[in-house]
């Protein structure tokens, strides 16, 4: 079965310091990988994929395929960053998505 | 653009009723999804529509639970003698191309 791994529940970082959202996947020829965040009260909304390897308010996510991992990095954390992030991959023919069990990052001042 | 209602928005039932909850895409999106996002199973897959016909019904966690599309549109999901288990939020998306999925606000929905 296709499985994405977040091992952090709860993430709490100072505003200014550096983030890093894990994320592993278990091995299945060439995944594809995105970020999902989901503000308070506020609709779950992509954040960025694999794919584009583009960086979206300042977070950006590199694929590993030797470690299974698409980690989350931002270098400075922001207080508006404070949000819950899921990482999920694309699967079978209908490109279902197969979550994480997510990160509730908290920056604090 | 993308465009993705629910309704209601929240829904509050007794154990054993039925529910019906309703997702309003608008035009152009062929593949539609719903997921269920609970407290103690996260974000999971329920079921996918190409236009009105559901090739993958894998994630439907039992046979109370099915789902519906017409006009290659507007889809409801129904939960049939709801159990308190069933409560979550009930999310649709739609896909706008390149894998990635709009989602729309969801479904409270609370089994008492």
């Known amino acids: 079965a296709q499985r994405v791994t977040q091992p952090e529940k709860l993430l709490s970082v100072f505003k200014g310091a550096p983030v890093e959202l894990k994320c592993n996947y278990s091995?299945?020829?060439?995944?594809?990988l995105f970020w999902y965040v989901q503000y308070s009260r506020q609709r779950l909304q992509l954040l960025l994929r694999?794919?584009s390897r583009e960086s979206i308010k300042g977070f950006t996510a590199d694929l590993n395929k030797g470690e299974t991992s698409f980690h989350l990095k931002k270098p400075f954390a922001q207080e508006e960053d404070s949000a819950m992030y899921y990482c999920?991959?694309?699967?079978?023919?209908?490109?279902?998505?197969?979550f994480g069990t997510g990160t509730q990052l908290k920056v604090e001042l | 653009g993308a465009g993705v209602s629910q309704s209601p928005s929240n829904k509050v039932t007794e154990k054993g009723k039925d529910v019906e909850l309703r997702c309003d895409p608008i035009?152009?999106?062929?593949?539609l999804y719903w997921y269920r996002q609970s407290l103690g199973q996260g974000l999971e897959f329920l079921i996918y529509?190409?236009?009105?016909?559901?090739?993958?019904k894998s994630g439907l966690p039992s046979d109370r639970f099915s789902a519906e599309r017409t006009g290659g549109s507007v889809s409801t999901l129904t939960i049939q003698r709801t159990q308190q288990e069933d409560s979550a939020v009930y999310l649709c998306?739609?896909?706008?191309?390149?894998?990635?999925?709009?989602f729309g606000p969801g479904t409270r929905l609370l089994v008492l």
């Open positions: 999920a991959r694309s699967t079978g023919g209908g490109n279902k998505l197969t």
């Open positions: 998306a739609v896909n706008l191309g390149a894998k990635t999925q709009y």
């Open positions: 694999h794919i």
């Open positions: 529509f190409q236009g009105n016909s559901a090739p993958d």
């Open positions: 035009s152009g999106h062929t593949a």
């Open positions: 091995y299945s020829g060439s995944p594809e």
